[in-house]
């Protein structure tokens, strides 16, 4: 009846370490539109000042265009 007894066979060491690791995911490496919109968001009160100094001076130069060549 020895035959029929159930036996246990031992894991090795490897497959249980394998088991009960938790997995670990890499973080993966931010895009090529993240990494603007990161930096974009770092820099928010610079933007913020440079964009309505370029549109004004784009107005003020088309304004003044249109008065040279009237």
Do not use: C, W
Not at 23 to 33: C, D, F, G
Not at 41 to 51: E, G, L, P
């Amino acid at each position: 009846m020895a035959e029929n007894s159930v036996t246990e066979t031992p894991i090795s060491e490897a497959a249980s370490a394998a088991e009960t690791a938790p997995t670990v995911v890499p973080e993966p490496q931010p895009t090529y539109v993240k990494l603007p919109m990161r930096n974009k968001m770092r820099k928010d009160a610079k933007t913020n000042i440079h964009f309505p100094l370029t549109d004004t001076a784009l107005l003020g130069l088309l304004v003044g265009l249109s008065f040279l060549t009237r």
